[in-house]
DNA sequence: GTGAAAGCGCTAACAA
DNA sequence: TTGTTAGCGCTTTCAC
C-alpha cells in the first residue's frame, strides 16, 4: 500500500472545505470577530479536521515581523560564569511563549566584537528585536542598536550612559545587599565586612553602596571592614583571612557567589564555624545563588530572573506595539536565600 | 529636515541598480559560480553600496525551509541540574552558526506532556529540524517525531528503544569512567569505590560499568566497594561514611558532582585528607565537570559538549541534504579534568 | 459579514 | 550566461 502523503493543508484547502473564501479563514484566524458565529464554527471544524496551521513564512513576509526575538550568546567563561545564563534563558523563553515570541539564539563570529551578529539578522528581518544582556562591558551594543532604532531591550542598567534612552530591566543589587545586611545584623552581627570588586565595576559599587548605607542606617561603622579586589576564590580567602586578623567580623557579605566560596574556605582552613549565631560563628552570604551556593549550603542574594525576562519581554512587545512610547527601565528587588551558612 | 527615511532595498533594487535582471542578483548570492566575473563584481558591487541582505521570509516561504532548528527548553529543575545546560547552548549555537543555522527556543506550556510544543513549530515550518536533548525520561520525543518523519537529532542514546532508527550523539559515560578508574590506580589506589545511581538509570548502569569493567581489567575487586542511590549530596556523604566504615576505599568515584560533593563532605567531617597519595589521601572523582566541582576543584569527567553540538549539526545537517541516508548514532568519549582531589 | 484583487521578496524552472 | 515567468501562503485593501 503506498504511503499517501497528504498535501500540507494551506488557507485555500481550509477554505474549500468550509466552503468560504481564502481570506474569510484568515478572518477566522486572526479577527474572529468579524465573523458570524455559524461561519466562524464551520470554518473552525475545517481547520480541525485538515490540522491546518497557518505558515510561518508565508505570515512573516507579509506583515513583515518574525516573532523572534535575537539573543546573542557571549563565549562561556570557564568557571567565572555563575551559571545564571541557563535559568534566564529558561525564563525568557517562557516569557516569550507567552507572547507568541520566542528567542532566536546567535552568537558573534569575532567574540571581541561586541556589534557583530546584529546587523545580519536585522538586515535579513530575521528577528524583530533583540534582548541586550552584556551590560558588563558597558554594553556598546545597546548604543549602536539605539542610533539605528532598533528594537531592542536590555538586561542591566545603562551605567555609563546617562544619555541613553532605551528600555532597560535590572536588578536592584543596592537593595539585595541591605537585605543582607539586614538580615546578619537583625540575628546579632555588628561587624559585618564586605568583600567586592575592584572599584571600577559599576555593579560591585552599586552593590557595595547597599552595604555602606544599611550599615549606616542601622548605626554600624563599616571602616576597615571592606576589601575589594578580583572576582575568584582565591581573593576572597585571602581577603576573609586579612580581614578577620583586623576588624575580625562575625559576617562577611560578598559581591559574589565565587567571593563567598573563598570566604568560606578560609574559615574552614581556620577552623571557624559558619553559621547565623554572632556568639561562635561567622555568617558568610554571596551573590546570585548560583549552584555552588546552592551545593554549600551558603546564603545568597538571588536575582529574580523570571520576573526579569517577564519585564523584558513586556517592554519589547510595548515598543513593538506602540514604538512611540516614552522608554522607561525597570528595576527589580532581589531577595535573600536563606541557608546554613547565616 | 525632514528624516529621508531610505527604503529596505530588495532584489529588485540592487538589480536596477548593477543593470542586470533581478534572478541574476539571485544568482550573484546564491549561486556565483553561474555568474560571469564581470557581471559578478558588478552585482556584488550594487550589494555593498546598497547594503542589501536578503529578506528572510521570503527565502524562506520560497525555499520552504527555515534554517531554524528547535531546541525544547525544559523546566529548570533547582539544584538537580549540573548547569550543563549553559555550555551545551553556546556550544550548539556556534555549531549552527557555522552552518547558516540558528536555533530557536521553546518551551512547554504543559511541562508533564514531552510532546508538547513539537507539533506547533512543526505546523507552522517556523522550524525545519528539532535537536531533543531530554534523554533522562526515556525520551518519548523522539519516538514521536521519528513516527512523523520530522528531521531531529538525539542528544542521548535511545536506551530503551532499540528499534529507533533516528541519528543521536551521546558521551560514552563508561569510557568516562574507565579513564577515571585508570587515574586513580595509576596513582596506586586499590581500593577503588563506586557511588551511583538507582538500578533503573540507564546512564547511571553505563558509567557503573565503566567502573566495574576497568577495575576487573585491572585485576581488582570490586564487591562491597559501591553504593546505589538518589543523586544528591546527602546520599553521597552518607554512602562514603557507610563505605569508609566497611572496605575503607582510598578512592571514590561517582556518577555526578552532586554525589562527589556529598563524598567531599563526609572526608572533611572525618578529618580525611583529599588527594591523589593513597598512602594519606582520599581520591574523589565526580562527574561532568559542574560549576562546584570547579570551584571546589574536583577532579571530574567532563562531557566533550562542544564536540556534541558540532556531531549533532552535522547530522541534521546531512539529514536535512541527504533524507534517505542511513541514520546513525555517534558515541564520544569524554575526558578527565584533573583537580587537586584527585 | 464576505469575497476578489494585489502583492510582500524571493527562487525554481525554463527560455533566450 | 542572463532574463522571463510563475508562484510560495499569507494579509491588507477595498468592493460588494
Redesign the pocket.
Known amino acids: 500500500m503506498p504511503a499517501r502523503v497528504r498535501a500540507?493543508p494551506?488557507?485555500?484547502t481550509v477554505a474549500a472545505e468550509a466552503g468560504?473564501?481564502?481570506?474569510?479563514v484568515?478572518?477566522a484566524?486572526?479577527s474572529p470577530h468579524?465573523?458570524?458565529a455559524?461561519?466562524?464554527e464551520r470554518v473552525q471544524a475545517a481547520i480541525d479536521s485538515l490540522g491546518y496551521t497557518?505558515?510561518r513564512a508565508?505570515?512573516n513576509?507579509?506583515?513583515?515581523a518574525s516573532q523572534l526575538i535575537g539573543l546573542r550568546l557571549d563565549p562561556f567563561v570557564e568557571g567565572s560564569a555563575s551559571g545564571l545564563m541557563d535559568r534566564f534563558m529558561h525564563a525568557l523563553a517562557e516569557a516569550c511563549r507567552d507572547c507568541g515570541l520566542h528567542v532566536l539564539l546567535f552568537t558573534a563570529e569575532d567574540h571581541t566584537d561586541p556589534l557583530d551578529g546584529y546587523e545580519a539578522l536585522l538586515g535579513s528581518r530575521a528577528v524583530d528585536a533583540f534582548v541586550v544582556t552584556d551590560t558588563y562591558r558597558g554594553n556598546p551594543a545597546a548604543r549602536w542598536l539605539s542610533d539605528r532604532r532598533v528594537p531592542f531591550v536590555a538586561f542591566g542598567r545603562p551605567w555609563d550612559d546617562s544619555r541613553a534612552d532605551h528600555p532597560w530591566v535590572d536588578v536592584d543589587g543596592r537593595a539585595g545587599v541591605a537585605l543582607a545586611v539586614d538580615h546578619v545584623v537583625d540575628r546579632g552581627h555588628q561587624r559585618v565586612a564586605w568583600i567586592g570588586w575592584h572599584k571600577d565595576s559599576y555593579i560591585g559599587e552599586d552593590r557595595r553602596s547597599g552595604w555602606v548605607q544599611r550599615m549606616h542606617e542601622r548605626g554600624l561603622a563599616t571602616s576597615k571592614l571592606s576589601a575589594r579586589g578580583d572576582d575568584t576564590i582565591d581573593f576572597g580567602r585571602r581577603a576573609a583571612i586579612a580581614l578577620l586578623e583586623g576588624a575580625a567580623p562575625t559576617a562577611f557579605l560578598c559581591a559574589s557567589d565565587t567571593l563567598a566560596m573563598g570566604v568560606l574556605q578560609a574559615l574552614r582552613d581556620k577552623g571557624i564555624r559558619t553559621g547565623g549565631n554572632p556568639a561562635h560563628e561567622v555568617a558568610v552570604v554571596g551573590f546570585d545563588d548560583s549552584l555552588p551556593a546552592q551545593v554549600t549550603d551558603l546564603t545568597s542574594v538571588r536575582q529574580p530572573l523570571e520576573e526579569v525576562a517577564v519585564e523584558l519581554v513586556r517592554l519589547l512587545d510595548e515598543r513593538m506595539t506602540h514604538p512611540m512610547d516614552e522608554q522607561r527601565g525597570v528595576l527589580l528587588t532581589p531577595s535573600l536565600r536563606l541557608r546554613s551558612s547565616s
Open positions: 500540507v494551506t488557507l485555500d468560504v473564501s481564502r481570506q474569510t484568515s478572518n484566524l486572526n468579524l465573523l458570524r455559524e461561519t466562524l497557518p505558515n508565508a505570515r513576509l507579509r506583515t513583515k
